[in-house]
C-alpha cells in the first residue's frame, strides 16, 4: 500500500503547476518551515517548504540514493546554492536530511484530488456567523465556530456542547489566555487542514507561523483532543528542529526543544533525543569540524556533545541528555583558606 501510494503521488507530480494563492495544506512543513525561493532554486519550481521527490531522470544522484527509493517524497528543509536538504521519512526517518541536487529534484502537488473538498471548508469557515456559531472569546477579541464542526473534530467539544454543560446552555467559550489570532489559526486548521498567512499577519509579519503561536495551537490541540491539528502542529515542530540543525542555529534548535520540554510535548522532546543520539558518531576522536559542510545534520549530536559537556545548553536540556551520557563533570573551584 505505502509503495502504490508513493507511485500515486509521483503521477500527481509529472508536469503539475504549483498551487496558486496564499492558501496551503497543513502539511507539517506548512507550519514549520516558510515557502521561500532561492535564485539557485526558482527556475526549478520550488523553495523550502515544499515537498518534491527525485527527477523519473535521474538513475544515479550526486550525493547517493542513501535510503531514498524512486517515488519518495520528502519536505524541502533548507537550500545552499546548488544543494537540497531534504527530510525524507524513508531516510533515517527523516533525520539526519538527505542531500541532493538543486538540479535532481522535482515538486510534488500536495493539494491533489482534495481541493474540492477543500474548497467547500473554506467556505464554510468563511461564513461564519454570530448567529449560527458558538462563540470563542480570546484576549482580544471574539472568534466563531459551529457546533457540529467542534462536536465532529473533538469528542471533548462534543461533551462540552451538550445541552447540559455550561457551554452547550450558553453558546459561549472562554479561551481569554489565548490571542484572537491563534484561535483563527487553530480554527482554519480544524475546518479546512490548511494555513493562511494572513490569519497572523498583523502579530507577525511574513509566511512562516510564529514560534509560540505553533506551540500555542499545539497545545490547544492537545487540551481538546483535535488529533488532526495536533499530529500535524507536533510534525511541524519536528521540522523546525530539522531546520534549526540544517542551518547550524544551534540556540534555535534549544529554544523549540525548551519549550517543547515545558509544554510536555512528549514527541517532539524524545524527536530531539533521537536527533542527537543517531548522529553521535561512535569514535570519540572524530571531529565535527571535519564534516560535511553542507550537510551539518550528519554530525548534529556530536555538536550538541560538545556543547552538553561544556555545560553550554540550558538546565532543561542538560538534564534531558542524560538519558545519553552521564551528568557533565562541574568546574572546580577553590578557595584559600585564609
Known amino acids: 500500500l505505502a509503495q502504490a501510494r508513493r507511485r500515486l503521488s509521483a503521477f500527481a507530480s509529472r508536469d503539475t503547476p504549483h498551487a496558486s494563492g496564499s492558501l496551503r495544506m497543513a502539511d507539517p512543513r506548512n507550519m514549520a518551515l516558510a515557502k521561500t525561493r532561492t535564485s539557485s532554486a526558482s527556475h526549478c519550481g520550488y523553495g523550502v517548504g515544499d515537498k518534491v521527490r527525485v527527477r523519473d531522470s535521474v538513475r544515479d544522484p550526486q550525493y547517493g540514493w542513501g535510503d531514498v527509493e524512486w517515488g519518495d517524497v520528502g519536505s524541502v528543509v ?3 546554492q546548488d544543494i537540497c536538504l531534504v527530510s525524507f521519512p524513508t531516510h533515517f526517518a527523516g533525520f539526519p536530511l538527505w542531500k541532493g541536487a538543486v538540479s535532481e529534484l522535482q515538486y510534488v502537488e500536495d493539494v491533489g484530488m482534495f ?7 473554506q467556505r464554510l469557515f468563511a461564513n461564519r456567523s454570530q448567529d449560527e456559531c458558538i462563540v ?9 465556530a459551529h457546533k457540529s464542526v467542534l462536536a465532529a473534530a473533538s469528542d471533548v467539544f462534543g461533551g462540552m456542547f451538550a445541552p447540559n454543560m ?3 446552555l450558553t453558546g459561549r467559550l472562554e479561551l481569554r489566555s489565548l490571542r484572537r489570532a491563534v484561535l483563527t489559526v487553530f480554527l482554519r486548521l480544524l475546518y479546512t487542514g490548511m494555513t493562511d498567512p ?8 511574513g509566511e512562516e507561523l510564529p514560534l509560540d503561536m505553533l506551540l500555542a495551537v499545539t497545545g490547544l490541540a492537545r487540551k481538546y483532543m483535535v488529533v488532526h491539528v495536533w499530529d500535524a502542529a507536533t510534525e511541524a515542530l519536528k521540522l523546525r528542529l530539522y531546520k ?39 569514535d570519540e576522536d572524530d571531529d565535527c ?17 560538545k556543547k552538553y559537556e561544556e555545560r553550554a545548553l540550558c538546565p532543561e536540556i542538560l538534564f534531558e541528555l542524560q538519558v ?11 578557595r584559600r583558606l585564609v
Open 136 to 144: 470563542i472569546e480570546a484576549s482580544d477579541g471574539m472568534e466563531y
Open 244 to 282: 534549526a540543525a540544517a542551518e547550524g542555529k544551534l540556540s534555535d534548535f534549544q529554544e523549540i526543544w525548551k519549550q517543547a520540554i515545558a509544554g510536555s510535548l512528549d514527541a517532539v522532546r524524545m524527536a530531539a533525543v533521537q536527533m542527537v543520539k543517531d548522529t553521535v558518531s561512535p
Open 166 to 168: 455550561r457551554e452547550g
Open 198 to 205: 494572513e490569519d497572523w499577519s498583523a502579530d507577525a509579519p
Open 78 to 80: 533548507c537550500i545552499k
Open 324 to 334: 545519553l551520557w552521564p551528568p557533565p563533570a562541574r568546574a572546580r573551584k577553590y
Open 289 to 305: 569540524d571535519e564534516r560535511d559542510d553542507d550537510n551539518p545534520t550528519e554530525v548534529w549530536g556530536m555538536r550538541v556533545k
Open 115 to 121: 481541493s474540492g473538498l477543500i474548497d467547500v471548508n
